[in-house]
Every structure is written in structure tokens, then in C-alpha cells.
């Protein structure tokens, strides 16, 4: 979790948070931490609500109904547990913002390394996804996909890789979060030692702007320009299925993008502060201490948006909400209603016309290209 930007007083081990001197004068921190009082726990009781109950039907769905066909699959899965874990730690961290760390060093250590870990989790099953739906259309084109005990044991080797890699970026977080007394209150933060707290500090935050943010976007507009290039040229497809598709595509993108630059342009500012000491003015050092607030409130809200742009355009997940959505009326004594909703955005790249699948059957199998 991002503390607030600061300078140390006697610029010793930029741990020292909220305060510090240019030039022998002081900078007061107080606004910035009214400001985080108000904000944070607002932001972080929204995302909590929206993101728990979009995550979490995702879970159950998947788990109970759903047959892992795919490695997109397996992957939207592990993302929605993912996101919650992430949500999880929120409240911890409003009540930090408002009150103070209550909780003792243990458990701030767990909450930052879960913070992270997960953060950056979501980042790179974001990626994996979209070269998986590249894999689908570029080494696939039939779209059928097997689910053998191999082709499973692969899956799981993805998903290992791609946690342990996220496990290792919250390792810094786990080693040197800690609690410590600075304004009349506890605050859980980094304490790095003073002979590497400048260079790993800026480390940190360029190799999280850079796995975060900078490899799984380029690998996304990679993989689904090469996608929409496909589908565009697909052949016996109506054009209004095409755009649907490719609008599809683009919104994934476009969300990632505007959801997730704003932080990580911040972020790579602090780090050039961290090493050139750009930063030499106290109304300015504020700005960019509310500006990591509410850009990384804005990063959070990806984990909300996470469902609804990769499990609820898939037919079969949502066919099984709306079968359960019926049986629920049915139980409560209403009449059933038929409900119109629009078909999945499934396009066959390797066949002139294909008739789409509206069942959602859990045992039938791919044979379409899903976005």
C-alpha cells in the first residue's frame, strides 16, 4: 500500500512519512492527511461493495456450475479471487486513514504483502488472458479446446507462475512493512534500512510501473490488435457481430488504460523524485501526495469493472446467472419472465457461417471463439 509522498527532515531513509524540510523549512502534512481521512474510507467502501458482489458471484458461478473449458476460464477465475483478496485488505486500510494502525506489526505485514501480491496478480492475469484468446485464434483457429489431465496441468502451471511472480514483486512489502508512531498516531509503512532506502524505493516503484502497468498493456494492445485483425477479416460473420467484437476488445483496453495510467504516470514521477529530487516545493509535494490518493482509488475500481468486461459477455456464465436468477423467482412465487438478452460476441474464425450456442450447457464444448 502507497504511504504519502514524502521527503525525510534529515533526508535520511525516506521512511519517515507526511513531513518533511526543503531547505531547513518543515512541510505540514496535516492537509494531506484530512484529505486521505475523508477520501479513502469513501473510496474504499465503494469498491468494496461493488467489487465483493460482482467478484464473488463470479466465484460461486464458476465453481459450482462452470466447467473450466478453457485457460481464459481458469484465469478469469483466479482473477475474481484475486480481486477479492484485494478488497479485502480495504478496510484495513481506511481505518488506517482515519484512526491509525490499531492492529499491531504482524498483521500490517500480512496486509501489505496481500495488497500487493494481489495488486499486481490482476495485472498479469489480465495479460495471460489476452494471449490466451491470441492463442485461440493464432494456434487454434478451430477453437476447440482440450481439457485433458495435460492440457489441465498446464493451466496450473500458468497460474502457479503468475502467483508466485505477484508473491514475489509483495515481498518487499512483507520484509519491511512495519508499525511505527509519527504524528500522534500508528501508521503502517515501509521502513527500508538506511543504506538502501533511496535506490530501493525507486527500484520498487519502476518495476511496478513496468509489471503492472507497462508489460500486461503491451501485451494486451499486442495481442487484440492481432485478435481484431482476425476477427475483422472473418469470413460469413455479420458486420454488426464483427463491430460488436471489436468494441468489445477496444473496452478492455481502453478501461485498462484509463483506470491504470493515471497511477502508474504518478508512481513514475515519484520515482524520478526519489532520484533526482525534482520536487522542491511544499504545495507541489502535497499535490502529488493527493494525487497517488485518488489516482490509486481510481486503480482499484478495475477490480469492480473486472467481471462485468470478462465473465458476464460470456454466454455460458451468464447463462447460468439467469437460470438461477429464474429458479430464485420461481421459489419467491412469481412468474417466470422471458428475458431478451443480446448473444454473446462469439465468432467461429475458421468456418464461413456458425450457429451460436445460447444453452450455456456446462458439458458442451468450445468451438467458437468467445471475446
Known amino acids: 500500500m502507497d504511504d504519502f509522498y514524502y521527503h525525510d527532515e534529515e533526508d535520511s531513509s525516506l521512511n519517515d512519512s507526511y513531513d518533511y524540510n526543503y531547505e531547513h523549512s518543515v512541510c505540514d502534512?496535516?492537509?494531506?492527511?484530512?484529505?486521505?481521512?475523508?477520501?479513502?474510507?469513501?473510496?474504499?467502501?465503494?469498491?468494496?461493495v461493488v467489487g465483493l458482489a460482482g467478484n464473488a458471484l463470479v466465484v460461486v458461478v464458476y465453481a459450482s456450475k462452470l466447467r473450466l473449458r478453457t485457460l481464459t476460464d481458469v484465469c478469469i477465475l483466479n482473477l475474481a479471487i484475486s480481486d477479492l483478496l484485494l478488497l479485502f485488505t480495504l478496510p484495513f486500510w481506511a481505518a488506517d486513514a482515519v484512526h491509525g494502525w490499531k492492529l499491531g506489526s504482524a498483521a500490517c505485514k500480512l496486509?501489505?504483502?496481500?495488497?500487493?501480491?494481489?495488486?499486481?496478480?490482476?495485472?498479469?492475469?489480465?495479460?495471460?488472458?489476452?494471449?490466451?484468446?491470441y492463442r485461440a485464434v493464432a494456434?487454434?483457429?478451430?477453437?476447440?479446446?482440450?481439457?485433458?489431465?495435460?492440457?489441465r496441468k498446464q493451466w496450473l502451471l500458468v497460474c502457479v507462475v503468475l502467483w508466485a511472480v505477484a508473491s514475489f514483486l509483495g515481498l518487499p512489502e512483507l520484509i519491511f512493512s512495519t508499525v511505527k508512531h509519527s504524528h500522534h498516531r500508528m501508521t503502517?509503512?515501509?521502513?527500508?534500512?538506511?543504506?538502501?532506502?533511496?535506490?530501493a524505493k525507486a527500484a520498487l516503484?519502476?518495476?511496478?510501473?513496468?509489471?503492472?502497468?507497462?508489460?500486461?498493456?503491451?501485451?494486451?494492445?499486442?495481442?487484440?490488435?492481432?485478435?481484431?485483425?482476425?476477427?475483422?477479416?472473418?469470413?460469413?460473420?455479420?458486420?454488426?457481430?464483427?463491430?460488436?467484437?471489436?468494441?468489445?476488445?477496444?473496452?478492455?483496453?481502453?478501461?485498462?488504460?484509463?483506470?491504470?495510467?493515471?497511477?502508474?504516470?504518478?508512481?513514475?514521477?515519484?520515482?524520478?523524485?526519489?532520484i533526482y529530487n525534482l520536487v522542491t516545493d511544499c504545495e507541489?509535494?502535497?499535490?502529488?501526495?493527493?494525487?497517488?490518493?485518488?489516482?490509486?482509488?481510481?486503480?482499484?475500481?478495475?477490480?469492480?469493472?473486472?467481471?462485468?468486461?470478462?465473465?458476464?459477455?460470456?454466454s455460458s456464465f451468464r447463462g447460468h446467472v439467469l437460470k438461477a436468477a429464474k429458479h430464485l423467482g420461481q421459489r419467491l412465487g412469481r412468474h417466470p419472465r422471458h428475458v431478451n438478452t443480446e448473444p454473446a460476441v462469439e465468432i467461429a474464425l475458421n468456418t464461413c457461417t456458425q450457429t451460436q450456442s445460447q444453452s450455456g450447457?456446462?458439458?458442451?464444448?468450445?468451438?467458437?471463439f468467445t471475446i
Not at 494456434?139 to 492440457?151: F, I, L
Not at 482509488?297 to 459477455?313: D, E, M, Q, S
Request: proline share 5%; glycine share 6%; with cysteine.
Open 205 to 274: 516503484e519502476l518495476l511496478e510501473v513496468t509489471l503492472r502497468f507497462l508489460l500486461p498493456f503491451l501485451v494486451m494492445v499486442m495481442c487484440y490488435c492481432w485478435v481484431g485483425r482476425a476477427l475483422s477479416r472473418a469470413a460469413g460473420v455479420q458486420r454488426d457481430r464483427k463491430w460488436r467484437a471489436l468494441r468489445v476488445l477496444l473496452a478492455v483496453v481502453a478501461v485498462f488504460l484509463l483506470t491504470q495510467l493515471p497511477y502508474n504516470v504518478v508512481k513514475l514521477i515519484r520515482a524520478m523524485d526519489i
Open 139 to 151: 494456434h487454434n483457429p478451430s477453437g476447440r479446446t482440450g481439457t485433458g489431465p495435460r492440457v
Open 29 to 48: 502534512k496535516e492537509a494531506v492527511r484530512s484529505f486521505a481521512s475523508v477520501f479513502l474510507p469513501v473510496i474504499y467502501a465503494l469498491a468494496l
Open 188 to 199: 503502517c509503512t515501509a521502513i527500508y534500512p538506511h543504506s538502501m532506502a533511496r535506490p
Open 111 to 133: 496486509t501489505s504483502f496481500l495488497y500487493s501480491t494481489n495488486f499486481s496478480c490482476g495485472m498479469l492475469l489480465l495479460a495471460c488472458i489476452s494471449v490466451d484468446r
Open 284 to 314: 507541489v509535494s502535497k499535490g502529488l501526495d493527493k494525487a497517488v490518493q485518488v489516482t490509486e482509488g481510481l486503480a482499484l475500481t478495475h477490480a469492480c469493472i473486472n467481471p462485468v468486461l470478462y465473465a458476464f459477455i460470456g
Open 361 to 368: 450447457s456446462e458439458d458442451q464444448e468450445t468451438t467458437t
